[in-house]
């Protein structure tokens, strides 16, 4: 597709669209289509199809609006569903926010939709435990999950990114052997440690007399 513009040597956005009121649109269309969208660029997406949908206002009765209107239409639909996948993927809090915000910015759902969209669960879908510090009303001391015998996941502990907040909050979040699946029922699952010595023994009622509590966390296999 060719776009000429004779009227201006600018070849900025905002001369073609006073230059060129027929092609603007379409250039912007292909621009939404073909690079941001199918680039993950959402946030230009976005901008384009404002400025696609502010020419369709005042060109109501340009035969091309409604079509052009059409494609964009679909072509956001296309843009809603690969955002909702990635809100599904393994994906990391920071581009859990961008996505939520770019949804917000599309408007398709509703803010308590919006949560649904967050905090559904499929059946059978996989839930992992984390874990984080041991708290006690007592004390202002917290201590590692780890610290105490606890039975530790199969493939040792990993633990989890930390940031500034939760060092200084004193968390400290690792995984754990524990999972579960979303409305299946497990009857057996073993997760066992090995015989406690004395002194664990002697830790273990300590830190139920200082009244310290497991604080753990569950997460959806790939949700943020």
């Not at 040597?9 to 073909?34: G, I, M, N, V, Y």
């Not at 109501?60 to 996948?85: F, G, H």
């Amino acid at each position: 597709m060719i776009f000429m513009c004779h009227s201006s040597r600018s070849t900025d956005a905002s001369s073609c669209e006073t230059t060129c009121p027929l092609f603007f649109p379409s250039l912007l269309f292909l621009l939404l289509e073909k690079g941001c969208i199918r680039n993950g660029n959402y946030e230009e997406a976005l901008d384009l199809e404002a400025s696609v949908s502010k020419f369709s206002k005042m060109h109501v009765e340009l035969p091309v609006t409604q079509a052009l209107e059409a494609e964009v239409r679909k072509t956001m639909q296309s843009m809603l569903s690969q955002l909702l996948q990635k809100l599904r993927s393994n994906i990391q809090l920071p581009e859990c926010l961008r996505i939520v915000a770019h949804l917000r910015r599309i408007g398709a759902f509703t803010e308590s939709e919006l949560r649904l969209q967050l905090f559904s669960y499929i059946p059978g879908e996989r839930i992992y435990a984390k874990v984080n510090s041991l708290t006690s009303i007592e004390t202002e001391l917290p201590y590692s999950y780890y610290n105490l015998p606890y039975c530790h996941p199969q493939g040792g502990i990993k633990r989890s990114a930390e940031n500034l907040g939760e060092l200084l909050m004193g968390d400290q979040i690792d995984n754990s052997p524990y999972r579960f699946h979303v409305n299946v029922n497990e009857s057996l699952y073993l997760c066992t440690t090995n015989a406690l010595n004395e002194h664990e023994v002697k830790l273990l009622k300590q830190r139920t007399h200082d009244l310290y509590q497991v604080n753990m966390i569950l997460i959806i296999y790939g949700q943020c």
